[in-house]
């Protein structure tokens, strides 16, 4: 398995390590409830460096873009995030990632960490001679700090030179006497930054938040604290909620398609979208005690109508919450259902999403 350039902080750090997706990377360091809670109310830092991040240069990269991501490449100013889709031809999804406009023509994709050799392979396929794709995963590092007290702990890193950050947009800054790349991105749900750096510069760049953040609650965080959260917000996960057997319109992701373009998938999307999604992408919330796993059975009246994809006891409404593809009819909120949960069928309702709603 992979590891990341701070595998053995990790392991100084007394962390639980899981394999991902490939990877080696901390699941907790303590009790993932605590971490959750930390990120909710102060603020959690995690090593997210197993994402994939691919450069994108050249003359033709925008055009190359343009043709394979969901999203309009040239609406994209310099120095703004865009979330989208890489589709295949019957409009599955190959991944689902950010792009980032750094300008003079240059582009950097973060991947699913399954997903990276696939995408770089995906461009390399479709890209002209005068576009140049480079795998940047193990030479770079990536964090994630969020949560409320996520600014505070980043106005004392970079002291007088902070400035505020917009949503979907970034800034490099020095952090720790290092050039640290900032985006206003995360995926917890909560106010916070992603950080892209040099891989050498990782542990430096990495203590330096964790002091700065240590007078507000600061706590390292792992994968089960950041599945938590993500799965609140009704955030997919490629590889269980995606994946290239479903397509953007089953997972109700048509906001980030821009039918205005030609891409990639887009005939076959047009049909699917004319016909309807025989299936879509559902949360729901358990009516009584449990917490549903992947891969359990969805019923409605006897009948198995889908599958469980994400599954957790939500610390915030203290239910067991998932999210599942149902035959499309029983995709509506407020549809009575049950799901599969250790050998029991455990009476569930679908709702809307998020599941957590800010106050």
Same mark, same amino acid.
């Given at each position: 398995m992979?590891? *990341?350039?701070? %595998?053995? @902080?990790?392991?100084?750090?007394?962390? @639980?390590? *899981?394999?991902?997706? &490939?990877?080696?990377?901390?699941?907790?360091?303590?009790?993932?409830?605590?971490?959750? %809670?930390?990120v909710r109310s102060a603020a959690g830092l995690f090593d997210v460096s197993y994402l994939g991040r691919l450069e994108v240069n050249g003359a033709g990269a925008a055009t190359l873009l343009q043709k394979v991501f969901t999203r309009n490449i040239l609406k994209i100013p310099d120095n703004t995030v865009q979330y989208g889709l890489f589709?295949?031809?019957?409009?599955?999804?190959?991944?689902d990632g950010?792009?980032?406009?750094?300008?003079?023509?240059?582009?950097?994709? /973060? /991947?699913?960490?399954? +997903?990276?050799?696939?995408?770089?392979?995906?461009?390399?396929? =479709?890209?002209?001679?005068?576009? =140049?794709?480079?795998?940047? *995963? #193990? /030479?770079?590092?990536?964090?994630?700090? #969020?949560? $409320?007290?996520?600014?505070?702990?980043?106005?004392?890193?970079?002291?007088?030179?902070?400035?505020?950050?917009? +949503?979907?947009?970034?800034?490099?800054?020095?952090?720790?006497? *290092?050039?640290?790349?900032?985006?206003?991105t995360g995926y917890t749900g909560e106010h916070g930054y992603e950080f892209f750096l040099p891989a050498d510069r990782a542990e430096v760049v990495w203590d330096a938040v964790m002091d700065a953040g240590s007078d507000a609650g600061l706590l390292p965080s792992g994968l089960a604290c950041r599945d938590l959260l993500r799965l609140e917000m009704g955030y997919l996960r490629y590889g269980s909620d995606l994946d290239e057997t479903h397509n953007p319109l089953e997972a109700g992701l048509e906001a980030f398609i821009d039918f205005k373009k030609d891409f990639i998938g887009k005939e076959a999307l047009l049909k699917i979208g004319n016909?309807? $999604?025989?299936?879509?992408?559902?949360?729901?919330?358990?009516?009584?005690?449990?917490? $549903?796993?992947? &891969?359990?059975?969805?019923?409605?009246? =006897?009948?198995?109508?889908?599958?469980? /994809?994400?599954?957790?006891?939500? $610390? %915030?409404?203290?239910?067991?919450?998932?999210?599942?593809?149902?035959? +499309?009819?029983?995709?509506q909120a407020g549809q009575e259902i049950e799901i599969e949960v250790k050998d029991r069928e455990i009476a569930a309702k679908i709702v809307d999403l998020p599941f957590y709603k800010k106050k």
């Open positions: 992979k590891q *990341t350039t701070l %595998h053995q @902080k990790h392991l100084r750090l007394k962390a @639980k390590m *899981t394999e991902f997706q &490939g990877w080696l990377v901390p699941l907790r360091y303590d009790e993932a409830q605590d971490e959750y %809670h930390a589709c295949d031809e019957s409009g599955h999804v190959l991944d950010l792009v980032f406009h750094v300008g003079n023509g240059r582009y950097v994709i /973060t /991947t699913n960490a399954v +997903s990276t050799e696939k995408i770089l392979l995906w461009l390399g396929n =479709n890209a002209t001679p005068d576009v =140049n794709v480079a795998d940047k *995963t #193990q /030479t770079t590092a990536q964090f994630a700090l #969020q949560g $409320p007290q996520s600014s505070r702990i980043l106005e004392k890193l970079s002291g007088t030179s902070y400035k505020k950050i917009r +949503s979907r947009t970034f800034r490099n800054m020095i952090i720790a006497d *290092t050039a640290v790349l900032v985006s206003r016909e309807g $999604p025989k299936q879509k992408l559902a949360g729901f919330i358990l009516l009584d005690k449990g917490a $549903p796993k992947i &891969g359990g059975s969805i019923f409605s009246e =006897n009948r198995e109508i889908g599958l469980v /994809t994400s599954g957790c006891l939500s $610390p %915030h409404l203290r239910k067991g919450i998932g999210l599942g593809y149902v035959i +499309s009819r029983y995709s």
